[in-house]
Each structure stands twice: as structure tokens, then as C-alpha cells.
């Protein structure tokens, strides 16, 4: 299956700062989720972003699906931004559309 | 926006017995839903595709026997942990699409 490579898997910020995560995946994909995991577990859509750049807020990201990776920008951090993230993945194929393969994550600490 | 909910949001069991978690969508009808399983400090690995009105497909290494699956409904799957131990504590949650919005997930804990 698809694999999806995440980095750095831990980050520690101070607050204020900016930061990039990368995502990199070994095949095409119809797809491209970044995800934001509060620490009560809960997952929040940032962006779906199978290719081209998008925006919102503190945040952005860029996804070249010609070289198969995505990045995620966080600007000036704030302690609200900790928790995981994760980059999920789709690849059709066979008819299992909208099935997601994550990968590992990186964990985000922004520090007062 | 389109809601996804999950109860119970954590569930103590002993050892042996089974436990069912609900997944709906509140304001829009799924019928698709996957289940996730997450270990602690790791990352979200699929379960099973639940399809309403059909059987739901297993991921390799997924015991169906063990993991019940039943999407009865448009807006409903439910996940029964079936013979519950220790190594079935994990964090479980659901997703619809094709809005792909999570739900809050379950925390089962076996004793």
C-alpha cells in the first residue's frame, strides 16, 4: 500500500515562532488531509489539499503532487496550536473511495 | 457544519465481555463510515469500511468475528467489541464520508 512518511515526528517551539511540517507519500493520491489532534483526542480538517497552496489564518499549506509531498506552515505558534498532526492520504483503487492511510504524525509543542 | 458523534466517549470493561460503540452523523446521511483504531502516541490505522445496507470490509489483520460492524441506518454504524481483553484498549474513532469529519472517538480501556 501507499506509505506516508511525516517529519519531523516531535517539534518544540517557543511561542511566536514559525514552523514546517512535511508530508511526503510514495504514490499518487486523489487527496491530501492535513489533520490537527486536540489533546482530547479530537481530529479538526485544516485543509484538503490534494494539490496548489491554500490558506487559512496562521496557517497554510502547499502541496506538490508532481513530487509527492505537502507541507504544512504555522506561523507565529501560539500554545493553542500543540497536539498532533497528521497528514492522511487517499488513493482510489478498486472502489474504496474516501479511504484514508495516515501518516505517523508530528507532535507540536509551543511553549509559553 | 456536518457533525459526526460517537458515544460513549470512554467505556471501562472487564475482561471477557463486549462492548458496542455508536457512530452517527447528526446532520447529513453517511453511507460510508470507517472505524480507526489509535494506540497510544501512534497513528490512526483502519479498521473496516462500514457500508449501509451491506457488510462492512475488514482491513488485513482485522478479526471480523471479533470487531462487529452493523450500519443499519444512513446516519448509524456501530462498532462491538466482541470478548474484550486488555490488548483491545485503545482509542476508537469513526468517520463519514464523504465529508471525512471524525468523530470525537471512544476510550476503551479493558480490565
Known amino acids: 500500500g501507499i506509505q506516508v512518511e511525516q517529519s519531523p515526528p516531535d517539534l518544540i517551539l517557543q511561542e511566536g515562532a514559525n514552523s514546517t511540517l512535511r508530508c511526503n507519500f510514495s504514490d499518487s493520491v486523489n487527496n491530501l488531509q492535513w489533520f490537527h489532534q486536540n489533546p482530547w483526542g479530537q481530529l479538526i480538517n485544516l485543509f484538503y489539499?490534494?494539490?496548489g497552496t491554500k490558506q487559512n489564518g496562521r496557517l497554510s499549506a502547499t502541496t506538490v503532487a508532481t513530487e509527492r509531498y505537502s507541507l504544512l506552515y504555522i506561523s507565529s505558534s501560539q500554545t493553542t496550536d500543540s497536539g498532533v498532526y497528521f497528514c492522511?492520504?487517499?488513493?482510489?483503487?478498486?472502489?474504496?473511495?474516501?479511504?484514508?492511510?495516515f501518516g505517523k504524525g508530528t507532535l507540536l509543542t509551543v511553549n509559553p | 457544519g456536518a457533525v459526526v458523534s460517537q458515544h460513549p466517549s470512554w467505556v471501562i470493561c472487564k475482561s471477557g465481555t463486549s462492548v458496542k460503540i455508536e457512530c452517527r452523523s447528526l446532520?447529513?446521511?453517511?453511507?460510508?463510515m470507517f472505524w480507526y483504531r489509535q494506540f497510544p502516541k501512534q497513528s490512526l490505522m483502519l479498521m473496516a469500511t462500514s457500508n449501509e445496507g451491506s457488510k462492512a470490509t475488514y482491513e488485513q489483520g482485522v478479526e471480523k468475528d471479533k470487531f462487529l460492524i452493523n450500519h443499519a441506518s444512513l446516519t448509524l454504524s456501530t462498532l462491538t467489541v466482541t470478548s474484550a481483553h486488555p490488548e483491545d484498549s485503545s482509542f476508537y474513532i469513526c468517520?463519514?464520508?464523504?465529508?471525512?469529519?471524525f468523530g470525537p472517538g471512544t476510550r476503551l480501556t479493558v480490565l
Open positions: 468517520s463519514a464520508a464523504p465529508s471525512q469529519y
Open positions: 446532520d447529513f446521511q453517511a453511507t460510508t
Open positions: 492522511a492520504v487517499e488513493r482510489t483503487s478498486g472502489g474504496s473511495n474516501y479511504k484514508l492511510t
Open positions: 489539499i490534494p494539490s
